[in-house]
């Protein structure tokens, strides 16, 4: 089972955590802030607390921390996101996507993810373009591409990539 613990529930131990893998440069290389500062990252999870358009989460199997999901400009109809996993842990990505597609068509209850990929994030297109989102538009550094669930693979929520996750939210 995978459990979600929203940023604002963090503990000390968890933000230093989440604050140093998100500044290793596997990750921070494609983050539009390069770098950021412990006292930015609180600031920045002291904010969502009263936010209405962000939800952050560090998710947690088998007691172990082993990435971020996150959801950005969340409206009634769609929201971007974005994802990264523990520094070096290899072959998470799926499964972080099949929980970005679970809690934003069945929490937020979202028809469209959007994402903004810096074009030379090789292994982020690739788990995009593999999960069946599609390219429409792009600038010199970005692209940007759509998700939406009605053009969705059949039999979402019966998937067995899937797995029930357990929401820790205030």
Request: some cysteine; proline content about 1%; aromatic content about 14%.
């Amino acid at each position: 089972m995978i459990i979600y613990k929203n940023f604002i529930t963090l503990n000390l131990d968890e933000l230093k955590l989440v604050w140093q893998w998100r500044n290793d440069e596997n990750i921070s290389q494609f983050m539009l802030n390069k770098s950021i500062k412990f006292e930015e990252h609180v600031n920045f999870i002291e904010q969502l607390k009263t936010s209405k358009d962000k939800k952050y989460f560090l998710l947690f199997k088998e007691n172990q921390a082993f990435g971020v999901i996150y959801f950005n400009n969340i409206t009634n109809q769609t929201c971007e996101f974005g994802l990264y996993a523990k520094p070096h842990l290899k072959g998470v990505g799926q499964i972080l996507m099949n929980e970005i597609k679970k809690y934003a068509f069945e929490i937020l209850k979202i028809k469209t993810l959007k994402a903004c990929v810096f074009k030379n994030n090789e292994k982020a297109l690739k788990l995009y373009k593999n999960n069946d989102f599609t390219i429409t538009k792009e600038d010199e550094e970005f692209f940007i591409l759509y998700y939406i669930i009605l053009t969705a693979k059949p039999c979402l929520a019966n998937s067995s990539l899937i797995s029930l996750g357990v929401y820790l939210e205030k």
